[in-house]
């Protein structure tokens, strides 16, 4: 009878043994798995850190046309910063003021600049108040350089793909967006009225991660039905 009692107490043994390789197996996959969580995390941190110094900037003349008058609200920025494609080399901004004529093409040049500290990439032109659907006095055609692919509008604006066109830490890259006259909406408008859409958003990508750079507020661009000098 002793050795069946001690046979009886014996037999706990196995089953707790078998329990020790399980927990310790539960608490390595824990342990991996919080390690994973902490690089996913620093990782965010890292691309929303190098996104978060993304900015747009526009020089003083931002809009060059042929066939069609800019002046700027208020007037006089001094022509002696002109460059020879009609832009401005200075950065304080004038309100521009685009009379729309038949046939006219313009650029709207902006840039993406990036104060951080890893490279970018610019993925996508988003221009506010000309998509399809939007009774506009004027249209994209492209965005220069490498924004020649227009993909599907969103409900706000028009938008096209930037194609390869890294931005890296420290630097700036010039967009120029091309317009015309829309002359399929240019009897929705009466002589001297117009509007102002707002100014270009900018998709950009780091490590994964996509973030959308708005322009600054006070950077819109007014469009008339005409010259402005022909409505003052």
Do not use: H
């Not at 227009?150 to 604006?157: S, T």
Request: proline fraction near 7%; include cysteine; charged fraction near 25%.
């Amino acid at each position: 009878m002793g050795e069946t009692m001690v046979a009886e107490r014996l037999e706990p043994a196995p089953e707790k043994k078998r329990r020790e390789p399980r927990r310790r197996a539960l608490l390595i996959a824990a342990i991996a798995v919080g390690a994973i969580a902490v690089v996913v995390a620093g990782w965010q941190i890292a691309a929303w850190t190098a996104l978060g110094a993304v900015r747009i900037v526009y020089d003083a003349r931002p809009v060059a046309c042929e066939g069609a008058e800019v002046t700027l609200d208020p007037p006089g920025a001094s022509d002696e910063f002109l460059s020879d494609g009609g832009f401005a080399g200075d950065e304080t901004f004038y309100s521009p003021v685009v009379g729309v004529e038949p046939g006219m093409t313009c650029g709207v040049r902006f840039f993406v600049v990036n104060d951080g500290w890893s490279e970018v990439d610019a993925r996508a032109v988003a221009l506010p108040g000309m998509q399809e659907d939007f009774v506009s006095l004027i249209r994209p055609t492209m965005v220069n350089p490498n924004g020649q692919m227009r993909l599907a509008d969103i409900d706000d604006a028009a938008v096209f793909a930037i194609e390869g066109m890294p931005v890296p830490a420290g630097d700036q890259q010039s967009f120029t967006v091309i317009l015309e006259a829309n002359a399929e909406d240019a009897a929705g408008y009466e002589q001297c009225s117009g509007f102002m859409p707002r100014p270009p958003r900018v998709t950009v990508s780091a490590l994964g991660v996509e973030r959308t750079v708005a322009s600054p507020e006070d950077s819109g661009i007014w469009y008339s039905d005409g010259a402005r000098s022909d409505c003052d």
